[in-house]
């Protein structure tokens, strides 16, 4: 056993300075419109699971908009095309709870959704996901539990984008926390002061 091993919620919470207000308080259960918006221009995105054999994280890809927002609290993620080992899948019979990490190449933030999944295999449902003339055999309905903005400080450690320019129409950190709080922050001030706030907690 290693003797530095931390081993309770308490002993952990002691190390780290006290969670952020913005932090606490970014997360929502809906799908607002710049939230949307972000989805919308995101052509990657990773599907985390857990089953029986453990835990998987899976890369789900295509063009921009591949995951179509349903309603204010679900999501449509198609199956495309893969090697057919399902491991995702099959923990979604097994467990099915899901997460979702969305990225948008040139931008740092990344926006993190957490929920139940249903495979479906409903017809209209695959038609709307057809792709180089192929229907998906099933598509994911993800029922939103929360959802929350991820600050820039890990991509921009690790330069991940270098030359990328960030899109003009994916709507800023400010705007994205705003919404979530239901407008109880300044976007505009947010956003502003974030160089600065993020060169002065990247390490």
């Not at 300075?17 to 932090?23: I, S």
């Not at 040139?106 to 409903?122: K, M, Y």
């Not at 192929?134 to 921009?156: H, S």
């Not at 709507?171 to 706030?197: C, F, N």
Request: glycine residues 6%; aromatic residues 4%.
């Amino acid at each position: 056993m290693d003797k530095h091993a931390v081993t309770s919620i308490a002993q952990l919470e002691a190390l780290y300075d006290q969670v952020m207000e913005v932090a606490a308080t970014k997360s929502t259960d809906r799908l607002d419109a710049p939230t949307r918006a972000f989805i919308a221009a995101s052509p990657f995105c990773l599907l985390g699971t857990q089953g029986a054999r453990g835990n998987h994280i899976t890369p789900r890809g295509d063009a921009p908009g591949f995951v179509e927002v349903l309603d204010d609290h679900h999501v449509m993620l198609p199956d495309r095309k893969g090697n057919n080992r399902l491991d995702g899948l099959r923990d979604i019979i097994e467990d099915n709870r899901v997460s979702l990490l969305f990225l948008i190449p040139g931008v740092n933030e990344t926006l993190r959704l957490h929920g139940t999944a249903t495979i479906s295999t409903d017809p209209e449902l695959r038609a709307r996901c057809v792709a180089q003339g192929k229907t998906p055999a099933t598509v994911l309905i993800i029922e939103i539990r929360e959802i929350f903005m991820q600050c820039a400080k890990a991509l921009m450690r690790s330069a991940l984008w270098r030359g990328e320019k960030r899109p003009a129409e994916v709507p800023t950190m400010g705007q994205l926390v705003s919404a979530h709080k239901k407008g109880a922050l300044d976007a505009a001030a947010y956003d502003l002061a974030a160089p600065e706030r993020l060169k002065a907690n990247l390490y």
